[in-house]
């Protein structure tokens, strides 16, 4: 089993720093479903792991948060793909869980439903937080310049931080996709 970890926000749909709160403040990243359904046709069972602090904060609830996901599921499937499963953080930044990215709670619950280790698995993201979460349990870190990404790149650049000799780039999920699925990554 090929496993594949993406966030959600900024990579696979447009971010919001209003958080999104509903199914039409949701909107694909053009290219991001028909890249979750190549990586899903090329073997791989892909995954989301996701921040939604937004619950915690009581600015969305589980329905709404629910039917985001359904909604996706639902294009992703249209598409031709299939995820395997989506998790989710529930709490705001100050509850000290160890779900919320940079830790790596939800790739070890993603580790426990896929009954594999993630290890040298990509974890695509626009955040230090997605690719920190991952490489605490050895993935392979692959960052986007959608949503946060950029300004992601341009604070590792300033930092020379070492984690730039590992890191792949790309402009976002479609190319990172086609990358992985042409095995050029």
Not at 118 to 130: N, T, Y
Request: aromatic share 4%; hydrophobic share 45%.
């Amino acid at each position: 089993m090929k496993l594949l970890i993406l966030d959600r926000d900024g990579v696979i749909n447009v971010d919001s720093d209003a958080f999104i709160k509903s199914v039409s403040e949701w909107v694909p990243i053009p290219g991001s479903i028909e890249a979750i359904a190549a990586l899903s046709q090329a073997g791989y069972s892909v995954y989301i792991a996701t921040n939604q602090s937004g619950l915690g904060r009581g600015l969305f609830g589980l329905r709404e948060l629910e039917e985001i996901h359904r909604r996706l599921e639902q294009l992703v499937a249209a598409a031709g793909g299939e995820i395997a499963g989506i998790f989710y953080c529930p709490h705001a930044p100050d509850e000290g869980c160890d779900c919320r990215k940079p830790a790596p709670g939800l790739i070890r619950q993603i580790e426990a439903h896929a009954g594999t280790r993630a290890q040298g698995a990509p974890v695509i993201g626009d955040s230090l937080r997605d690719l920190e979460a991952g490489l605490a349990l050895g993935c392979r870190p692959v960052l986007v310049r959608t949503g946060k990404g950029e300004q992601t790149l341009r604070a590792l650049e300033s930092s020379a931080a070492p984690l730039l000799k590992t890191l792949a780039v790309f402009d976002d999920l479609a190319a990172a996709a086609k990358a992985i699925v042409a095995g050029d990554w």
